[in-house]
């Protein structure tokens, strides 16, 4: 049974999406994207996957109501407004190690 989609945004290890698959995802990768892009697509979505050139805010999240989690390749979550997507119910990961596997 399908879990929904999963929007990966940027060059990832092919692992991620392969793991994303295995747990019974969807997964969408578009390696270069906008925010408006993001912005415009992001609805259908219960889950994201960033690295660095994406900024996750308060609009972008109230365009995704049904985004479960949102997840960061690489250790800082500055781009992404952890307080609000928790408040909203969402669950914010990072990956600090991603950047030593690739």
């Not at 390696?31 to 994406?54: C, F, N, W």
């Not at 109230?62 to 119910?89: V, W």
Request: with cysteine.
């Amino acid at each position: 049974m399908q879990k929904g989609k999963v929007l990966i945004t940027e060059v990832v290890h092919p692992i991620l999406a392969e793991q994303l698959w295995q747990a019974g995802f969807e997964c969408i990768h578009i390696e270069k994207t906008t925010y408006d892009e993001v912005a415009q697509i992001i609805g259908d979505y219960v889950g994201l996957v960033v690295r660095s050139k994406i900024k996750i805010d308060s609009a972008l999240i109230d365009r995704a109501p049904r985004l479960r989690f949102i997840g960061r390749t690489g250790s800082g979550m500055e781009l992404i407004d952890t307080e609000y997507a928790t408040k909203r119910g969402i669950l914010c990961l990072n990956s600090p190690r991603a950047i030593a596997i690739r």
